[in-house]
Structures are given as C-alpha cells and as structure tokens.
C-alpha cells in the first residue's frame, strides 16, 4: 500500500523554530520601540505617568500583533471573521498574562530585596519566553490535519 508523502503533516524542525523566534525577537523589539517612543512621548505632553504606560503599552501590544500576525505566524493567520477576532482576544490575554508576570516577577523580587532593575531583567526574559510559547502553541497554533487511513 502506498501512501502520498506530500500529505504527510509538515513539522517544525530547528531551523523553522530558530526563523520563527528570530523573528518573534525582531518583532518583540519593534514593539518595545514602539511602547517606549509612545510613552516618552505622552509623558512630554504631560500625561499622566500611568496613563502614559498604559496607552504606549496598548500601542506595543497593537504593533507586535501586526508584526506577529504578518510576519511571524503569517502561515496560522486566521480568515478574517469571527475566527480572526478570537485569535486577536487571545493575543491579548497573552499579553495580559506576560504584564502579569512581569509584575508579579519585578514585584516580587523587589520585596525580597533585590534590586527592582535586575528584577525587571528576569521578568522581560520570562515574560518573552512564556508569551512566544503562548502565542505558538495557543494563539497561531496550527491546525492538525486529519490522520491519514490506510
């Protein structure tokens, strides 16, 4: 019995992961860019520091979706729709859930005692790492094809 090998499902190997975090990087670092010329920006203007880190926060969160949705995951894009929609929210949670860790991780050491800098330094390492393993398991995961039958 032979079977169509171009059927079988195509997974990533290491040079297609390292491409992709490569580019989740260049991605995450366009984002931070975009955050912090924002923040600076609105803190210029007199906006009040939380509310300045809020909306450059957003803005990041907006660019890195465009760079991620075209860039990085462009083959797991969802159509436009409802099924769009949905991978956008859980963009979102994603990075509600690194804010949250970054928080909980700076604030943390910061009560014990370290240095709130070098605090921030583990959150944005594990806050990166968790949010690419979210956004690439979870968010752009890529549907699996059907078995193939005998």
Same mark, same amino acid.
């Given at each position: 019995?032979?079977?169509?090998?171009?059927?079988?499902?195509?997974? %990533?190997?290491?040079?297609?992961?390292?491409?992709?975090?490569?580019?989740?990087?260049?991605?995450?670092?366009?984002?931070?860019? $975009?955050?912090? $010329?924002?923040?600076?920006?609105?803190?210029? $203007?007199?906006?009040?520091?939380?509310?300045?880190?809020?909306?450059?926060?957003?803005?990041?969160? =907006?660019?890195?979706?465009?760079?991620? $949705?075209?860039?990085?995951?462009?083959?797991?894009?969802?159509?436009?729709?409802?099924?769009? *929609?949905?991978?956008?929210?859980?963009?979102?949670?994603?990075?509600?859930? =690194?804010?949250?860790?970054?928080?909980?991780?700076?604030?943390? =050491?910061?009560?014990?005692?370290?240095?709130?800098?070098?605090?921030?330094?583990?959150?944005?390492?594990?806050?990166?790492?968790?949010?690419? %393993? @979210?956004? *690439?398991?979870?968010?752009? %995961?890529?549907?699996?094809?059907?078995? @193939?039958? %005998?």
């Amino acid at each position: 019995m032979c079977h169509n090998l171009s059927r079988l499902p195509r997974h %990533a190997g290491p040079p297609e992961v390292a491409r992709e975090s490569g580019l989740y990087l260049f991605a995450s670092l366009v984002a931070l860019g $975009a955050d912090m $010329a924002c923040f600076m920006l609105l803190l210029h $203007a007199q906006t009040a520091p939380w509310a300045a880190s809020a909306l450059a926060y957003g803005l990041g969160v =907006g660019a890195h979706w465009a760079l991620s $949705a075209r860039l990085v995951f462009a083959a797991s894009l969802a159509p436009a729709g409802m099924a769009r *929609r949905r991978q956008q929210g859980l963009f979102a949670a994603s990075a509600l859930a =690194g804010l949250a860790l970054t928080s909980g991780i700076v604030g943390a =050491g910061a009560a014990g005692g370290l240095d709130p800098r070098l605090a921030k330094g583990v959150a944005v390492g594990v806050s990166f790492l968790a949010t690419w %393993a @979210l956004r *690439r398991l979870v968010v752009f %995961a890529r549907p699996q094809p059907a078995p @193939l039958r %005998a």
